[in-house]
């Protein structure tokens, strides 16, 4: 059995456990939850999105085949197991090619899709939710949306049936209601997904499914994408209300082998996860919020670096690094951050979207980034430094939970976020400790 079935199944059947999903490529986040993960021991479930990985490279320049060899790899450095990795493909469909007529991108999801499955992505979720140029005026129907669902389900099977034997089958995650990927631009208009509407986007992928004879890819559809509530924008926080989704986890019970899959649950609070979890949202996907944590460090680090080599010629200028390579190149930005210069410029380096998740790659940032971690390495950075700028790792390293070394305090400010999501799927927080 599939691990995501064998939880979902612990879900169903009365203990509210669930799964998180990291979804990010940066080296320093998958190898911070894979050290998680071994601290639960838990398998780890690592996504990409269809812009992030597609066989054209997407914007990190890899395939599908591609990016499971670098999340191996990582796998090999940290010592986690690899049969214990569970890779995922995040909306997956023709997202990418939306600009393109139904023909040309369909032809293409169907290819991204199949190279997924080749490489052994077991967690397939099928987004084909957006409009496409020739879809005509008007909201796009769920009908469509299921037919095309259907069609990539296809294509995943066959693909699968051509693999070699004892491969895991893959699983499938369906919804019509899908937020965009990294998080809304605003949470103004956010409606929570009516019962009523989920019951029929089952129903609809269900008959499409079964007109195609993909009656065993039907059994093996184990979550919808729903919107329960949850989400953020470049400086807010839609936190979970239990009682919006008060419908949707009545209904849920009708589905004795579905779950709910929440997107955007970055930044929601430690016991908002867990009510989700226990509400039957039991995939909680995150990755702004990750690579915020470790901007966020990387900042911190900074202060520190100017602290203790004031006057340096050696500095790494990180925050400016990156902030030229961001104006130089706005295309990742420049549509989710709105407002006067001074807005902007403060939404590039601080916002919730964290879009500067994107130049972290950038030859000039990773050199920046370098010189910080190298800078520091050579020294050994005074206590009163970190309880300063990184509080919480100042306690970790005091109760002997971790090294003072930079490359640690990074990861453990990205471990951080981790917990609260491992808390919530695993029921091994204390309530009375949890961050209201």
């Not at 393109?100 to 080749?118: G, T």
Request: glycine residues 6%.
């Amino acid at each position: 059995m599939h691990p995501l079935k064998e939880i979902i199944k612990k879900n169903k059947d009365g203990t509210p456990i669930g799964v998180c999903s990291v979804c990010s490529s940066n080296e320093l986040v998958i190898e911070s939850a894979m050290e998680e993960a071994l601290k639960y021991g838990s398998p780890l479930l690592v996504e990409s999105t269809a812009n992030q990985v597609n066989q054209f490279g997407g914007y990190t320049g890899m395939t599908p085949l591609m990016f499971r060899e670098y999340v191996y790899k990582i796998a090999v450095k940290t010592g986690f197991p690899s049969d214990k990795v569970i890779l995922g493909g995040d909306h997956l469909g023709p997202l990418t090619w939306k600009d393109e007529d139904a023909q040309d991108a369909m032809a293409k999801a169907k290819d991204l899709v199949a190279d997924f499955v080749h490489a052994g992505f077991t967690k397939i979720h099928l987004d084909t939710s957006m409009k496409l140029r020739d879809d005509g005026d008007g909201i796009l129907s769920a009908e469509v949306i299921a037919e095309r669902g259907a069609d990539l389900c296809a294509v995943a099977e066959k693909a699968f049936q051509s693999t070699e034997k004892g491969r895991q089958r893959p699983v499938y995650v369906i919804g019509s209601e899908v937020p965009i990927p990294g998080g809304a631009q605003t949470n103004e208009g956010l409606k929570v997904t009516s019962a009523s509407d989920f019951a029929a986007t089952v129903d609809l992928f269900k008959k499409s499914f079964l007109k195609r004879g993909l009656n065993e890819a039907w059994e093996n559809v184990i979550a919808v994408v729903v919107q329960p509530g949850v989400e953020f924008g470049s400086n807010t926080v839609h936190d979970y209300n239990p009682n919006d989704s008060a419908e949707l986890k009545r209904i849920l019970k009708e589905y004795p082998t579905m779950v709910f899959e929440g997107h955007s649950t970055d930044y929601q609070k430690e016991l908002s996860l867990r009510q989700m979890v226990e509400d039957g949202i039991a995939i909680l996907k995150v990755g702004p919020a990750l690579t915020f944590a470790l901007r966020e460090s990387l900042v911190a680090l900074e202060f520190i670096e100017k602290d203790l080599l004031f006057g340096s010629n050696r500095l790494s200028n990180f925050s400016e690094t990156l902030e030229n390579v961001m104006l130089s190149d706005p295309g990742n930005w420049k549509n989710h951050y709105k407002g006067s210069d001074m807005q902007k410029r403060l939404a590039r380096k601080y916002s919730y979207s964290d879009r500067c998740r994107y130049y972290l790659t950038d030859s000039k940032v990773k050199e920046s980034m370098k010189r910080l971690i190298n800078n520091l390495d050579s020294i050994e950075i005074p206590m009163p430094l970190i309880s300063q700028y990184l509080p919480s790792q100042y306690w970790k390293i005091r109760n002997g939970q971790m090294r003072n070394q930079p490359i640690e305090l990074v990861k453990g400010n990205i471990k951080d976020t981790l917990d609260h999501y491992y808390a919530a799927v695993t029921l091994r927080s204390n309530i009375n400790q949890m961050h209201a």
